[in-house]
């Protein structure tokens, strides 16, 4: 892989880490369904008239974006409005790389190797610590009932992995573009019924340029761009050159959360992320393996 398209999926696995932090702020002026339907209203317009329909089922189309709208970024923007932090939220939505592959021995039949037995053994041993001191330390910055939450996001995006991996290649951009369309209304039924309108309309008349600014950056620079990029690289590198570094993706988590809200990590912390990215790093030298 050149340096320069290094250089271009480490500033992908930086947007996504960091755009946690960029969620908590948002979430200190939006309500966390309406922060998610002005995401994916900002993901539609206007990039629906620069990007052709991808040649796959509307149904497709349609259960993607209910998946990702109310169920990943939904269950994720409520879970961090205040039930976890941004550094553990960004580790414990990696579950989707495990969920998915419980969902394919489920729906597929796929039989995985000893290897990815073993990181979801790992990765299970991270979450069950994680659920440990949600309820044994009041200083854990996490509820069980966000860890919950974010488990609940990470099933909905492996559900949603599921749906793409059964319509084959496309242009990811396009296709999260167009799936966000069906995002928009469920999502915002649901703001209007948990978080009403008079609270949706305060929220939007007393947001500022930097409120906006996170929406934007939901919209353009960690989807359109990040999916964009990343779906560029695959298209041009093997999968196993690129598909590691988003390894990054919950370091770049936690030590922005640590850096810009001051999140303390302690050794437990610690810990439970070696654990889950110990999971991450054997599911993928295991799936290498298996190619091979």
């Known amino acids: 892989m050149p340096f320069t398209h290094l250089l271009l999926a ?3 696995v930086f947007i996504w880490g960091t755009n946690f932090v960029v969620i908590k702020w948002g979430l200190a002026d939006f309500p966390p369904f309406l922060f998610a339907a002005l995401r994916f209203i900002l993901c539609v317009l206007p990039w629906l008239f620069f990007f052709r329909r991808p040649k796959v089922p509307w149904s497709a189309l349609a259960a993607v974006g209910v998946l990702l709208g109310a169920g990943q970024f939904g269950l994720l923007y409520w879970a961090m409005q205040g039930s976890i932090s941004p550094g553990l939220a960004s580790l414990v939505v990696q579950s989707q790389v ?13 039989r995985p190797r000893g290897g990815q037995y073993a990181a979801l053994g790992l990765a299970a041993a991270g979450y069950l610590l994680v659920a440990w001191h949600s309820v044994a330390d009041p200083a854990a910055a996490v509820t069980l009932g966000g860890l919950g939450l974010v488990l609940a996001a990470g099933l909905c995006w492996a559900c949603a992995n599921t749906v793409v991996r059964g319509v084959g290649r496309v242009n990811m951009a396009a296709f999260i573009v167009w799936s966000s369309v069906f995002a928009i209304v469920p999502v915002l039924l649901i703001s209007l019924l948990m978080e009403g309108p008079a609270r949706m309309a305060q929220a939007i008349s007393h947001a500022g340029w930097a409120a906006w600014a996170t929406v934007l950056w939901q919209a353009v ?5 990040g999916f964009g990029v990343w779906n560029w690289l695959l298209v041009r590198h093997p999968a196993a050159l690129v598909t590691p570094l988003a390894l990054l993706v919950p370091v770049f988590g936690m030590l922005s959360s640590a850096l810009l809200l001051g999140e303390p990590l302690p050794g437990w912390k610690i810990l439970a992320t070696l654990l889950v990215m110990a999971g991450l790093a054997l599911n993928i030298y295991a799936g290498r393996s298996r190619r091979a």
Do not use: H, K, S, Y
């Open 10 to 12: 480490l500033l992908v």
């Open 98 to 110: 495990f969920f998915t592959i419980i969902l394919a021995v489920i729906l597929a039949g796929e």
């Open 221 to 225: 620079g960690n989807t359109v761009v």
